[in-house]
């Protein structure tokens, strides 16, 4: 007779629960980040730019929690004879670390906007900001503000590189 017919039901059900727990054992087992190994390999982010002609250091702190602006980051790099200014925003903490920008103003037209920290920790991080880095670069030289649209997968980074263009924005218009 076979172990599944109609006339056995608590067989049915033990072969049930058994495949399920075996099933939920190997769902759980998987890891869901990359050894350190792979991290190590993909280099470490610039924090210069090479349109602008000083350099910069990221001088934000790394605190943990919530979507504020740790408050004195903001700086201003000279403003040379031919109108061009550059300006850092505010370091934003992030829920996945701290996101800050660099921009350059030419006659008041926003012409380049670089990040300056973001979100480096894993190699998840890493991908994420390969591809949204430069989408919110793009939309932010293209709008000339801050009312950028937010790139799908990276909320908390767009997040704080809208909070951080807007902050430097505002300290260059000042």
Do not use: F
Not at 139 to 144: G, I, V
Not at 156 to 165: A, F, H, I, K, N
């Amino acid at each position: 007779m076979h172990a599944l017919k109609k006339n056995r039901p608590l067989r049915r059900i033990v072969l049930a629960s058994a495949a399920t727990v075996s099933g939920m054992v190997m769902l759980l087992s998987l890891k869901p980040h990359s050894s350190p190994e792979t991290a190590l390999a993909v280099p470490a982010p610039s924090s210069s730019s090479s349109s602008s002609s000083g350099s910069s250091s990221s001088g934000g702190s790394s605190s943990s929690g919530g979507t504020s602006s740790s408050g004195g980051t903001s700086s201003s790099g000279g403003s040379s004879t031919s109108g061009t200014k550059t300006v850092t925003g505010n370091t934003i903490q992030t829920r996945w670390g701290p996101v800050q920008v660099k921009i350059t103003l030419k006659g008041g037209k926003l012409t380049e906007v670089t990040a300056v920290q973001y979100p480096t920790d894993n190699p998840r991080d890493q991908e994420i900001n390969s591809y949204a880095l430069p989408r919110l670069r793009s939309e932010a030289l293209q709008a000339q503000s801050a009312n950028i649209d937010t790139v799908s997968g990276a909320t908390y980074t767009s997040d704080g590189y809208r909070q951080s263009l807007q902050s430097a924005l505002d300290s260059a218009s000042s």
